[in-house]
Nanobody, 117 residues
Framework: QVQLVESGGGLVQPGDSLTLSCAAA????????MAWYRQAPGKEREFIAG???????RYADSVKGRFSISRDRTMTTTRLQMNNLKPEDTAAYYC???????????WGQGTQVTVSS
């Protein structure tokens, strides 16, 4: 089993920046992709950003140009740099790690990001 721990969330003002981190630990695994999702109250969880081992990234249109995802060379840590945050970015942010044997991925517990004046 793989355990994912997100950190870095908090309360910020519109226009501020914030960096989220996700660290993976547990039994040996081979990550094929790491990604960030978010879920606001009353809404479904949505894909935000993803990265594969080779470094190719993909972003949701709502965050493209503002958010940037990265990972370490071992694919055990991923970070989400969030710039120019908006109130609509307020949500619980979750890390997801996919492996060949669990294509739907493992999930972290989430970290809360609140953007408010």
């Amino acid at each position: 089993q793989v355990q994912l721990v997100e950190s870095g969330g908090g309360l910020v003002q519109p226009g501020d920046s914030l960096t989220l981190s996700c660290a993976a630990a547990g039994s040996a695994f081979t990550a094929t992709a790491m990604a960030w999702y978010r879920q606001a109250p009353g809404k479904e969880r949505e894909f935000i950003a993803g990265i594969v081992g080779g470094g190719t990234t993909r972003y949701a249109d709502s965050v493209k140009g503002r958010f940037s995802i990265s990972r370490d060379r071992t694919m055990t840590t991923t970070r989400l740099q969030m710039n120019n945050l908006k109130p609509e970015d307020t949500a619980a942010y979750y890390c997801n790690l996919k492996t060949p044997f669990k294509p739907d991925g493992f999930w972290g517990q989430g970290t809360q990001v609140t953007v408010s004046s």
